[in-house]
């Protein structure tokens, strides 16, 4: 644990500034813009993308401005219209994504009453007809008289801007001044608006604003749909429309607990009962149902000449507004870049009437914080740990559950879980972490690899990187087994042939040995000349550094037997080599001086393997080990050859020469060795005549081997000069 430490660290850095985000304390630009972005993704793919026959969309669409003329247009003419709709097609409301904040002129009443001021004021027929006419010709009173009695939803806006105006009249507030004293909710307020005649707004059944809230991005996602001005508190067009639907229907504000702010809005009538939620901001948010079109659009003109059948339009909810370029209601949106207005706010009305507002209560913040704590804690304890192919899983697996987690809440439950913090925290502790793996760790292998990758295997180097600290050059005192090899006659050899064949037989001879070297996690100490030095057991701990060490001897052997034939094909001599292998405590470390340095053991333990190595061919025998050596394997069958004092060493040992695998052992190896043990037993106890004996049946009965000759040369010496009883049977060696 202690070595992923700083992963640990920056892990929990990078949870912290997530989680400050997701609780509000700093809001981080990046990941709102990405819960943004993610939230329009949700939404895109999960829009019905039907057509919703409950509200139709009158259009004052470039048809009817051909038909009519250019907008705006009289009074009169919109008059008509209101009445068409209620009474001819009995729709069950009209809601006006227009404002009429100047009066209409256009009927030139205004000229006629200046003329009867002043050119024909004392004329009484003018003054009578006049008269007669001002009924017919003061359009907006024509207008207000037709609204007058109607289910009738007008429009208006508010604005922020520096010396904002005040034009018409607003409506009565949906909630008085002090509704909500005492609660701090952070209504959208405004200081400005442009409102209806008042004649209009006074015989309208209600009225409602048609602002939308604009995200960083210029997207419209949300609608306040109670906003405060001078302290009281209006309504937006699309729930002034929905509760007119309901009968004028009660609205009341939805308090979880006696503090919070206003989660959801609630339509009473005796028609129904709506619950609809919305955010922090009193705003919902807009529920799309498609890019665009996603309700019947019927031309403005086709309802003043009567081109619509009744069945059409007969109880349906009817917003009028444009979609004519020129006519600039077109916003950005989510679905759409040119979006019109108007289906803005039928998208609204049609998730009131059924129900699929998405909700974001303040709970949700709550929980948010809690899936990061488990999510991102979990991978910050856990990336550090795996493999690379282990932490994608596990990551990738982090990222489907929270999307499904997601996807499930916004389905089933309506919720809008914010997604972007969790999301980032996946990934930004995945690449973290595959960056560390793939920066720190891989420069730490190379390191490693400069440092031990000329003396051990890769795969050796590999499992030393996973824990770097455990492994250090300097020197220390270890209990390892180490091995000489020699090329026997290699000088009378080298002597015979050419400098570069005589290279390229040693570099085939040195890849061979290597790579059995290599096999059994071996450590290639050097060359030297034509021998080879190699230890077990460093840098990687290897607790079966000895057995390692006697099966590289044996798989050098059978290597040298293999190499023969391919040597011979290249007129090359087939080369033999002597083996010591010695296990003990021996000093390992980088060695060497300022100039040149060198990982090696060095030690008593050291010097007396390479003395086994020159005594093999004393023995006529390829391999020689030690008595620790031989200790400390079990599966593997030892032919005891001596026990000799080598010199610089007091203490005499047991040498061994290694024969095989136990279990692969052939019987006649088996049997030889009996009586080899059988004579070297008698010859131990100086009966020199059934040593003798032994010897010679193995002579004959098996293949000559120079260690039976020795043996009954030796025996012939101590018959002439008889050892005495003193005799303890151990050789000595004089020489190195």
């Not at 439950?413 to 972007?420: D, K, S, W």
């Not at 400098?499 to 996690?521: C, D, S």
């Not at 620790?628 to 010199?647: G, N, S």
Request: contains cysteine; negative net charge.
């Amino acid at each position: 644990m202690k070595k992923h430490l700083v992963r640990f660290v920056l892990g929990a850095l990078c949870m912290l500034v997530l989680l400050g985000h997701a609780g509000r304390a700093w809001q981080i630009p990046f990941v709102s813009a990405l819960d943004a972005y993610l939230y329009d993704v949700r939404l895109r793919l999960t829009m019905p993308r039907t057509v919703d026959e409950r509200i139709i969309i009158v259009d004052v669409d470039e048809k009817s401005l051909a038909e009519v003329g250019r907008w705006p247009w009289g009074r009169n003419t919109l008059a008509e219209l209101v009445r068409r709709l209620t009474d001819d097609y009995k729709v069950a409301v009209v809601g006006f994504d227009v404002v009429f904040a100047e009066p209409d002129e256009s009927s030139g009443l205004k000229v006629l009453e200046s003329i009867g001021r002043q050119q024909l004021k004392n004329e009484p027929s003018y003054q009578r007809a006049l008269q007669d006419l001002r009924s017919t010709l003061d359009y907006d009173r024509v207008f207000a008289d037709t609204l007058r009695g109607r289910p009738v939803v007008l429009g208006y806006y508010f604005s922020s801007q520096d010396n904002a105006q005040r034009n018409g009249a607003l409506p009565a507030p949906a909630f008085p001044p002090g509704a909500f004293a005492g609660r701090r909710i952070p209504f959208v307020s405004w200081s400005g608006y442009g409102a209806n005649l008042p004649a209009l707004q006074a015989a309208a059944s209600s009225a409602g604003h048609f602002n939308p809230l604009v995200d960083f991005d210029g997207n419209s996602r949300r609608v306040p749909l109670v906003v405060e001005y001078q302290g009281a508190y209006y309504e937006a067009l699309s729930l002034a429309v929905v509760r007119t639907l309901l009968g004028h229907g009660e609205l009341r504000p939805g308090f979880p607990d006696a503090e919070s702010a206003i989660e959801w809005l609630e339509v009473d009538s005796p028609r129904g009962s709506l619950r609809i939620p919305v955010d922090e901001h009193v705003s919902a948010l807009i529920p799309y149902r498609g890019y665009e079109r996603s309700f019947p659009y019927i031309s403005v003109v086709d309802v003043l000449r009567g081109r619509v059948s009744a069945e059409q339009l007969a109880g349906r909810i009817v917003l009028v507004g444009t979609t004519a370029p020129g006519l600039m209601d077109l916003r950005s949106t989510p679905v759409g870049g040119s979006f019109p207005g108007v289906e803005v706010h039928a998208n609204l009305i049609a998730g009131m009437l059924e129900g699929s507002i998405k909700d974001k209560p303040g709970f949700v913040l709550a929980i948010d914080v809690i899936q990061l704590l488990l999510f991102g804690g979990m991978l910050v304890v856990l990336l550090p740990l795996l493999s690379p192919f282990r932490a994608t899983l596990l990551a990738v697996a982090t990222l489907f559950a929270l999307l499904g987690i997601n996807m499930l809440l916004w389905s089933s439950a309506n919720l809008v879980m914010p997604l972007a913090a969790s999301v980032l925290s996946v990934l930004i502790l995945y690449g973290l972490n595959m960056s560390w793996g793939y920066f720190v760790e891989s420069r730490t292998k190379r390191q490693f690899a400069e440092l031990f990758g000329q003396y051990v295997p890769p795969e050796l180097v590999d499992e030393m990187a996973k824990n770097p600290e455990s492994y250090s050059m300097e020197g220390q005192n270890e209990e390892l087994t180490v091995l000489f090899s020699d090329i026997r006659s290699f000088t009378s050899m080298s002597e015979g042939m050419e400098p570069k064949e005589l290279a390229r037989l040693m570099n085939e001879y040195f890849g061979a040995m290597t790579e059995v070297i290599r096999q059994q996690r071996g450590t290639l100490d050097k060359y030297i000349g034509d021998a080879i030095m190699a230890f077990w057991g460093a840098p990687v701990n290897d607790p079966e550094n000895a057995r390692h060490a006697v099966l590289t001897a044996l798989g050098m052997r059978q290597r040298l037997r293999e190499l023969a034939e391919p040597f011979r094909a290249r007129g090359w001599p087939a080369l033999q080599a002597g083996i010591g292998i010695n296990t003990g405590t021996m000093t390992v470390g980088d060695m060497g001086s300022p100039v040149r340095k060198a990982y090696t053991v060095m030690g008593d333990a050291v010097n007396l393997a390479s003395r086994l190595e020159g005594i093999t061919k004393e023995y006529g025998v390829d391999i020689v080990v030690g008595e620790e050596t031989r200790r400390q394997v079990d599966d593997i069958t030892f032919r005891e050859l001596d026990r000799v004092r080598v010199k610089g060493k007091d203490a005499p040992v047991a040498i061994y020469e290694p024969l095989g695998l136990s279990a692969e052992l052939p019987a006649a190896s088996r049997d030889e060795l009996g009586l080899w043990q059988h004579a070297l037993s008698r010859y131990r106890v100086q009966d020199w005549d059934q040593a003798e004996l032994q010897l010679c049946i193995l002579r004959e009965r098996f293949s000559a081997c120079r260690l039976y000759e020795l043996y009954i040369e030796r025996i012939a010496h101590l018959r002439a000069h008889p050892p005495g009883e003193g005799w303890d049977g151990v050789t000595v060696f004089q020489v190195k």
